[in-house]
Each structure stands twice: as C-alpha cells, then as structure tokens.
C-alpha cells in the first residue's frame, strides 16, 4: 500500500468568507420554508407555487456553491 499524495497548502492562506457569514442562508432556507408552508397551507399547486419552486431551486444552487467554493466533491474526480 502506498502513501497517500500530500496536498500543498499555502498556511497563510485567508479563509474564504461566506455570504453573511453563513448566518444569512439560515435565515433565507426559514423565509422559504415559512413562504412555502403559508402558501400550501392557503393555497392549491398552480403557476405561482411553480415559480416558488424554481426561486427555491435556485437559491438552493445558489446555497450549494457558496458552501462548497464551487468545487467538485473529491470522491466524483477519481479517474
């Protein structure tokens, strides 16, 4: 069994900030979820509740790259 390959790293290197220091998504992902249990809660699926959830999806996208810097999982680029 061989070593396992060293990952150089620069130790002065800033940590990356995220958008409002991550206590802004939490308030974001309670705003969606309050917005979307109000909205089901008075209303039936139709073209605004669509809508709702492509804003969802793309905040979670959005979420999803400010957390991870926009890098790949490392176990998804073996070859």
């Known amino acids: 069994m061989s ?3 060293v990952i150089d790293h ?4 800033r940590p990356r900030k ?17 917005i979307w249990t109000g ?10 509740s669509v809508v709702v959830g492509a804003v969802t999806g793309g ?7 400010d957390i991870t810097g ?3 999982i490392g176990s998804s680029t073996k070859k």
């Open 3 to 5: 070593k396992p390959p």
């Open 10 to 13: 620069d130790p002065d290197e």
């Open 18 to 34: 995220q958008f409002g220091d991550g206590w802004l998504w939490w308030a974001c992902w309670l705003m969606v979820a309050l």
């Open 39 to 48: 909205y089901l809660y008075f209303h039936g699926i139709d073209w605004y």
């Open 59 to 65: 905040m979670f996208i959005a979420w999803s790259i």
């Open 70 to 72: 926009n890098r790949v």
